[in-house]
């Protein structure tokens, strides 16, 4: 089908042709970079409660497992193909190296609106992928994650499953489980905390204080909910901020708690009677000092760009912008803080809950959250070294830090020839 050729992140490989020019790639470096290791199709059936039998397609991709297991999430979704979650899986192996935990990448993803499912069928439909691709997945192999429209009950069901088929408790097969069943503490918020920090950090490179910023959040689900309140607690203004009907505009700053307290019950953003309606279209455009894009691919593109008034976007959703969306922020001296860097506290606490499955050793909320500190900071300080050494953009800076430790594992391995040895007197 047409629809499955389409490069849905345009933005990797536009900036992986940029590194291979200037960084002189041979052939096979590209060619590991550019196509994954496995990719795995299969089409799932599944009775409905009425008894009709559908047929749901779904995929798992496991990119490139050089550095570890490889790692990634799993998303339900009604428009997903196998090329985007090719992109989106080459983009998990690069935050992983970026962030340096020991894993590769991989995502995953059933076509299916789960609004559109009965608690029973989405537990039903859970548990079926699992028994499908039970021989390729495991804590020492490959292990998902949540990701859009999965959640920590479906980690559960999917681990419990998995446990039923191996026969033996295997928690470290999957992250982002519920607590009880050996999730960790801090993992539910930690891709909002690790984004706040990487914003911190670059602030704090420029001598600017957070507080009093005004900040625009594209997306209110558990991503761009904990981030407004972090960010809110930290003495930012959220000025706006949407989920998929529309959004919410007060340029004196938004209630936040009480927006969280009323969409957790369930309300649309636009019914809870706090601050003005705006349209998604509208809020990109907003004059703020931050833009969080916190939803889907693709929301800043070549229609929007140049209404786009910040002069910082933090990337929280994994490929907000279009390659030509990113190429005119470059041009325009918009900083864009980008996905594989800004979005990594997720997976870097999931590696935490898969150490700790892996030791039965359960650490304590602050410990989880000191520990993702100084790894965002390392991670922050390493791309923000390389982003001096290349003059680049942070996210071609970010880009050359992973593929380097990619390529530096795929050597030692012995699937690349060893670099060449450059005499030092010669230098
Ligand atoms: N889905 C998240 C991401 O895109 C988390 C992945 C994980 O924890 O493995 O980074």
């Known amino acids: 089908m047409q629809e499955h050729n389409e490069v849905v992140c345009e933005v990797c490989r536009v900036q992986l042709n940029k590194i291979a020019q200037v960084k002189s790639l041979t052939d096979l470096e590209l060619f590991i970079l550019n196509q994954p290791k496995r990719v795995i199709n299969i089409n799932i059936p599944m009775r409905m409660d009425n008894g009709d039998i559908r047929i749901f397609p779904s995929y798992r991709i496991q990119y490139n497992d050089a550095r570890g297991p490889t790692k ?3 998303r339900f979704h009604p428009e997903i193909h196998m090329n985007e ?21 991989a995502k995953g ?6 609004k559109l499912l009965s608690e029973g069928e989405l537990e039903r439909l859970s548990r079926n992928y699992i028994r499908e691709y039970a021989e390729f997945i495991g804590p020492k192999k490959d292990i998902p994650a949540p990701d859009v429209n999965t959640t920590p009950k ?86 706006a901020v949407s989920d ?10 938004l209630d936040v708690q009480k927006l969280l307290a009323e969409t957790a019950n369930g309300k649309k953003l636009q019914e809870i009677g706090v601050g003005k309606n705006i349209s998604n279209e509208e809020l990109v455009e907003l004059d703020v000092d931050v833009l969080v894009p916190a939803s889907v691919e693709n929301i800043v593109n ?17 490929g907000p912008l279009s390659a030509a ?37 359960y650490w304590e909320e602050d410990e989880v959250n000191q520990k993702l500190e100084n790894i965002m900071i390392k991670a922050f300080a390493r791309t923000e070294e390389s982003r001096i ?30 670099k060449q040895k450059i005499n030092p007197k010669n230098h």
């Open 302 to 318: 070549e229609k929007n760009m140049e209404k786009v008034r910040t002069k910082t976007i933090l990337e929280l959703a994994n």
């Open 325 to 361: 969306a990113d190429d005119y922020f470059e041009k325009n001296g918009v900083i864009v803080l980008p996905d594989i860097l800004a979005n990594a506290g997720g997976v870097v606490v999931s590696y935490f809950e898969w150490a700790q499955n892996t030791t039965n050793l």
């Open 72 to 74: 990634g999430g799993i």
């Open 389 to 418: 050494e290349e003059k680049s953009s942070y996210r071609k800076a970010a880009y050359i830090v992973a593929v380097k430790r990619i390529l530096a594992a795929e050597r030692d391995r012995g699937h690349l020839k060893p």
């Open 109 to 114: 993803g059933i076509k299916v609106d789960p």
């Open 244 to 253: 998929s009907r529309g959004g919410v505009y007060d340029p004196k700053g």
């Open 85 to 105: 979650i090719k992109e989106l899986a080459f983009l998990m192996s690069l935050k992983c190296a970026l962030v340096n935990v020991p894993f590769g990448g």
């Open 154 to 239: 479906i980690m559960g069901w999917m681990m419990d499953e998995y446990e039923k088929i191996v026969g033996y408790k295997a928690p470290g097969v999957i992250t982002g489980k519920p607590l009880s069943i050996g999730g960790s503490k801090g993992r539910t918020y930690s891709t909002s905390l690790g984004g706040a920090i990487v914003l911190r950090e670059f602030m704090k490179k420029k001598d600017k204080k957070l507080k009093g910023m005004g900040v625009a959040i594209h997306g209110f689900g558990n991503v761009g909910g904990n981030l407004a309140r972090i960010l809110f607690e930290w003495g930012m203004k959220i000025v």
